[in-house]
């Protein structure tokens, strides 16, 4: 039987005859009584929250170099050792270096809400890394943003030492996120690894995103572990979920295993299993260096800090580097390992993941997925599969208050120095004044942004309608990108648009067959196919334009399935549509703001939504306001707002009806002059209410 042993206080399962493992007890000059001890707090960036390690709060710059010293002991991993690290060269005292085969890179993939985080936790908490009482739930969710929505919105990494065999293993944990919109995310955090532990919900079984994951782990060669989740759970069906993973996947689980991480029942197994089944790194220490970059922030003290994982070379504090997309090089003042909190070292090695920081000043310079290198000893190529994230989904965003417009810029610039997928610039429209036209990855993100620019930057702002980036082919022969429906040319210029196409796919239960495929429909969906991937179970894959998905599709798919079906979705490419400029118009005018692009046969739908929905916003004025919907001079739906108006005739007792007829026509002419130099005031609430409504609708 294998011999496990976890670190620091937990229970040992060494048998009695089982010589006590001989191993290297880490000491550091922290652990004095005189010397503070280290805590993880948060450092104080603003614009992002992240858990860095800091020492009594004592900011990065100024804070003592922990040294790290090697000593030889016979007793079991104590507090100190696991807060320090093993393989780490440090100041004079160099310690052993990790020999590569007893590292081990692993992610864990799986479904939202599945219990990736909560599992990674567990991992911590049973490896000693991170102490109970440091331990709050959902460690590696550092964001305060990620941990009351439940989700991982940025990954994170985590080094564990584990003793197996008696023989310390340095076990590296990169965290992924499980939305869609970060799938780039996920990709390069897997091209760090050589494995990844599949993590499914007992009681739910294989979802969109369990799929998609295990597609992308497989195309970067992982082993992989499956884990099956929650078995605490009364509906938890272990068998059933390892056969449905078995026919859908095609992987084998005759060796999955039964896990709760909840109630840490499997983890011993699971980190056992990690050492057996994962195979170690290669040693290419020899070549020149080649790092991974799986994540970036901006730290306010001292820059951009890098995670990256060294897949070629070595890499050394001082080194002067070059992140190879960007073409910028630096020096490297500090390098580390991620324990989770950042520990220093002199010298990292093929196969280890760390961090870096030098002076870096915006996180686009060193983004997910580049490639670093050394400056006088440059690699050939860089590292396959990178990336520019590109924006799929724009909108407005203005401040409520016109004065907070600089406020505004100061806060999307101090979010795009950690977030290089935020796009933004200035934008004015005649009704919500100045603003931002933002691009972001997806919904998600475009909903974390606003919610972080309310919440840490105590903005109110106004959000317009979510749309994509369109192509518009002029007559001209020029190809103009427009996301933004008040600059699209006008009818006469343009050839033809072209909208994003993406290919959902969607996993439900049998009996939601029909509700889905009339929502796709519905959404200008093309079917592909279905497949039953169990009895009970079936894959369900469209291609439907972009625009249409981000609006409230997933919500839909949610209700009309009463949230057993996933999906998940994938961009296709550009297709030519047939789409019209909607524009509204209040007692003539055009309103900008309120402009949409919108497929032809939905703009009747659109249109008389809006213009009714506008009619009961806008509070009546003294003379009627016709509120129009038109495309080019057509007008195709029409409302009007009533005028106010005064009795002129209550003062008229009795009298001969050419008096009152000659007191109407004066009313009426009056009316018609104020309606000429008369001026609509449209609330801001109205806009507010449309600017939903249009999510709801388009
Ligand atoms: N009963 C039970 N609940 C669990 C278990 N593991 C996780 N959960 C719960 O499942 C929910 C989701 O867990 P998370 O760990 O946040 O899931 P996740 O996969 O990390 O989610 P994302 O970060 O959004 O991708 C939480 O409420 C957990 O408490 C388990 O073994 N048993």
Redesign the pocket.
Known sequence: MATVAFCSSLVLPLSDNTPQPRHHRLQTRRSNSSAPSPSLSRCHIPGKIRTCHSVNNVSAKARPRPRIICQATDRQQSKESSDIEFGVTVGQDRLLKVPTSNIRNFC?I????????????KLLQMTGTVQRREMK??FL?NMDL?RE?????KLQAARMRFIYENKPYCLNLI?????VDFSYEVSRSLAACEGALL?V?A?QGVEAQTLANVYLALENNLEIIPVL?????PGAEPSRVSQEIEEVVGLDCSNAIH?????G?GISEILSAIVQRIPPPLDTAERPLRALIFDSYYDAYRGVIVYFRVIDGTIKKGDRIVFMASDKDYFADEIGVLSPSQLQADELYAGEVGYLSASIRSVADARVGDTITHYSRRAEQSLPGYKQATPMVFCGLFPVDADQFPELRDALEKLQLNDAALEFEAESSSAMGFGFRCGFLGLLHMEIVQERLEREYNLTLITTAPSVVYRVNCINGDTVECSNPSVLPEAGKRRSIEEPFVKIEMLTPKDYIGPLMELAQSRRGEFKEMKFITENRASITYILPLAEMVGDFFDQLKSRSKGYASMDYSFVGYNESDLIKLDILINGDIVDPLATIVHKEKAYTVGRALTQKLKELIPRQLFKVPIQASIGAKVIASEALSAMRKDVLAKCYGGDITRKKKLLKKQAEGKKRMKAIGKVDVPQEAFMAVLKLEKEVL
């Open positions: 864990i799986a479904h939202i809400d599945h219990g990736k985080s909560t599992l990674a936790d739930e959902q969710d990620e929505r439940g989700i991982t919105i965290d992924t996120p499980g939305h993590v919900d009681s989740n929650k078995i605490d759970l896990c709760s991480a909840k109630e029942i």
